[in-house]
């Protein structure tokens, strides 16, 4: 809130505009030492009658005082209230390894864009979750927001564990179910130990077939799985293994 007391009657403002923040206030006072009656007229020809007023709207406003002898002392002031858009900073995800971008996507529309209150740019790289502060100016006027970057799940499973690839659509590969994860291996082995299947093409379905294109033996296979998981700060690798059955 701006707050100023006027005492010389022949100016009741400062200027004759004043800029105005949308959501402050400016407050004027009038000595009552000095006059007998003040009325104010603000936007929407509303009348105040009061030596203190306290001004939230653009536009037009004048005062008019009267003093012990009669005497009437009249001012204006226009009132240019600034209007900042909101903030356009959407929350976002972060996983681990990934490096995000914050920006401010209308940051043109400032003055100027602060990050968490020492960052002096529209856009920040963040590599972790948290929460954080964004303001902006213009005209000496400030708009603020807070953006959250919540840590993503990073999931993978290997199923199902018993699979049969007669093209009937129900279980005809050994599949996966997960999110959030990247650089992987799988390696399918024979009861003897020998490969029959490697996949690190970027699908993780296993339809029976071997590496050489003939259909793998019924029975039980053993396999291992390399992969990253993507959340947090640094990316974090992971091997699992486990058996399945081929059904013919």
Not at 5 to 25: N, P, V, W, Y
Request: hydrophobic fraction near 40%; include cysteine; charge should be negative.
């Amino acid at each position: 809130m701006q707050f100023a007391c006027i005492d010389s009657r022949a100016q009741f403002f400062a200027s004759d505009t004043l800029l105005l923040c949308d959501g402050d206030e400016i407050t004027i006072s009038l000595d009552t030492a000095l006059y007998d009656t003040v009325t104010w007229i603000i936007p929407g020809d509303t009348l105040i009658d009061s030596f203190q007023v306290v001004f939230s709207a653009g536009g037009l406003h004048v005062g008019e005082a009267t003093d012990t002898n009669g005497n009437i002392f009249t001012d204006s002031v226009f009132i240019d209230l600034i209007l900042l858009p909101g903030l356009s900073v959407p929350d976002e995800k972060i996983c681990r390894g990934i490096l995000i971008a914050l920006e401010v996507s209308n940051s043109s529309q400032f003055d100027s864009v602060i990050w968490n209150d020492t960052l002096y740019k529209p856009v920040i790289i963040l590599d972790d979750s948290g929460t954080h502060m964004v303001s902006a100016w213009t005209l000496g006027c400030e708009v603020r927001d807070t953006v959250r970057i919540d840590t993503c799940n990073s999931t993978l499973d290997i199923l199902p564990n018993v699979f049969s690839p007669n093209g009937d659509g129900i279980n005809d590969f050994l599949d996966y179910k997960g999110e959030n994860f990247s650089v992987f291996v799988l390696h399918i082995y024979d009861r003897w130990g020998n490969e029959v299947f490697q996949s690190s093409s970027g699908s993780l379905k296993w339809d029976g077939m071997t590496s050489d294109g003939l259909e793998a033996q019924a029975g039980v296979y053993y396999w291992t799985l390399r992969y990253r998981l993507l959340t947090r700060i640094m990316p974090e690798t992971v091997e699992t293994s486990g058996t399945v059955t081929l059904l013919r």
